[in-house]
């Protein structure tokens, strides 16, 4: 079992920054890939940015790319996502992944490749 807990969410104006932490346990750190995601009301959860387990590789989705940054730190067991630029349309619940499956440096974009999920954490963005 991985265990997550995401932090970092709040309210922020547009063209604010927020940095969300989401702190891992349960399974050697370095031996997963790890992903953020996020779900707007009414809508389905998305894919944001994933890392591969030595963080190395990273993938965003388009509509962040540029703005958003995730990092890791395997001695801390926590992964990061550094949101910059934020507008209104960022506003959602923001989870954190863990993919236990995923090859050395390999990171995975689709929710159903990923085992464990924290609990969210809000992000408001207001005009």
């Known amino acids: 079992q991985v265990q997550l807990v995401e932090s970092g969410g709040g309210l922020v104006q547009a063209g604010g920054s927020l940095r969300l932490s989401c702190a891992a346990s349960?399974?050697?750190?370095?031996?997963?890939?790890m992903g953020w995601f996020r779900q707007a009301p009414g809508k389905e959860r998305e894919f944001v940015a994933a890392?591969?387990?030595?963080?190395?590789?990273?993938g965003y989705a388009a509509s962040v790319k540029g703005r958003f940054t995730i990092s890791r730190d395997n001695a801390k067991n926590t992964v990061y996502l550094q949101m910059n630029s934020l507008k209104p349309e960022d506003t959602a619940v923001y989870y954190c992944?863990?993919?236990?499956?995923?090859?050395?440096?390999?990171?995975?974009?689709?929710?159903?490749?990923?085992?464990?999920w924290g609990q969210g954490t809000q992000v408001t963005v207001s005009s």
């Open positions: 890392t591969s387990r030595r963080g190395v590789d990273t």
């Open positions: 349960g399974r050697p750190f370095n031996m997963l890939a």
């Open positions: 992944a863990a993919d236990f499956q995923a090859v050395f440096n390999v990171y995975r974009v689709n929710l159903g490749s990923y085992d464990y």
